[in-house]
């Protein structure tokens, strides 16, 4: 296990990923059930942006400083908001703090909701055990994501979500998120499933989706964001995201939302983005650069 977070947190996949998580969150909350939050692989839930491993690589600088100076015309402060509340939610006046997945559905659950964290680096365990020790509604586990993904579902509320959001870092991390979706929603087929993956100039995306299709699961929703078109196979051209049993309206934000982080996040207007449905409803709907 290499990956560390704290080397990427705040770059331009994590506000992808974390203003569709935050929009997600959003909508589960607008009824009074309680919900579950399972995060299968969390990270630490905060990222101080002024450490060595975020200034090593100076990711935040394309992601979220970029986002936070881009002029957000008035149609997307609604959409955005929740993303930005989750940001206050952790930044005082000195530096910038990266709100990651469990902090921002911390921010976002109520006193009725219940989180579960799954994280397997033993240091990461510990600041995330510290981190949310004082809440009574979230579980830390040091486990495998993969085996959280089996025991945690059914969780004993019929609502939720769970984020797959693996490292990518062992060739077999799409079969393995394949298998567990399809397993997890045998069991909770009301639950809400994202999972999230990267994008590089690999062949791999195109047969997962296509696993994907085959899998049949009805409503699957994809959605992606490309900054760059160009570069090696390791690099992170840009990410996406599925999600099985979307709230209704999420494809229809994330036509007004992707097409303006492609504007804002991305160099020399190389950006493009797309909205799909895998199965289910609706038609492909994309912008920008074609691929
Ligand atoms: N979900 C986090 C967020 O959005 O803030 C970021 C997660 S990061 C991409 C992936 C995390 O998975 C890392 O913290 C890594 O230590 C952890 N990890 C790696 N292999 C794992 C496994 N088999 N089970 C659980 N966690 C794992």
């Known amino acids: 296990m290499n990956y560390r977070h704290a080397y990427h947190a705040g770059n331009f996949a994590d506000v992808f990923k974390h203003t569709l998580l935050a929009r997600i969150l959003v909508h589960l909350a607008a009824k009074d059930t309680p919900f579950r939050y399972i995060d299968t692989h969390a990270g630490i839930g905060l990222y101080?942006?002024?450490?060595?491993?975020a200034k090593r690589t100076n990711e935040a600088d394309a992601g979220i400083r970029r986002f936070l100076k881009a002029p957000r015309p008035q149609i997307m402060e609604a959409l955005f908001q929740p993303?930005?509340?989750?940001?206050?939610?952790?930044n005082g006046m000195e530096g910038l703090h990266y709100p990651g997945s469990p902090m921002i559905a911390s921010c976002l659950t109520r006193p009725q909701d219940k989180i579960a964290l799954a994280e397997l680096?033993?240091?990461?365990?510990?600041?995330?055990?510290?981190?949310?020790?004082?809440?009574?509604?979230?579980?830390?586990r040091a486990m495998d994501g993969w085996a959280a993904l089996k025991a945690w579902t059914p969780p004993p509320e019929r609502r939720g979500m769970v984020l797959v959001d693996p490292p990518f870092e062992s060739a077999n991390e799409f079969g393995q998120m394949l298998n567990g979706l399809a397993n997890a929603y045998k069991k909770w087929p009301t639950g809400t499933f994202a999972l999230w993956y990267p994008l590089k100039a690999t062949g791999e995306v195109r047969?997962?989706?296509?696993?994907?299709?085959?899998?049949?699961?009805?409503?699957?929703?994809?959605?992606?964001?490309v900054v760059e078109t160009q570069g090696d196979s390791h690099r992170l051209l840009g990410s996406g995201m599925i999600v099985v049993n979307p709230p209704w309206k999420l494809k229809q934000e994330a036509d007004i939302i992707l097409p303006f982080l492609a504007r804002a996040l991305s160099?020399?207007?190389?950006?493009?983005?797309?909205?799909?449905w895998l199965v289910g409803e609706g038609k492909v709907k994309k912008g920008g650069d074609e691929e």
């Open 83 to 90: 993303y930005i509340a989750a940001l206050k939610a952790v």
């Open 207 to 225: 047969r997962f989706v296509g696993d994907l299709v085959n899998l049949g699961l009805p409503k699957t929703l994809r959605m992606e964001l």
């Open 48 to 53: 101080d942006l002024s450490r060595d491993e």
């Open 267 to 276: 160099d020399a207007r190389t950006g493009h983005w797309k909205t799909e």
């Open 121 to 140: 680096h033993s240091d990461d365990v510990r600041a995330l055990e510290k981190r949310f020790d004082h809440d009574r509604r979230i579980m830390v």
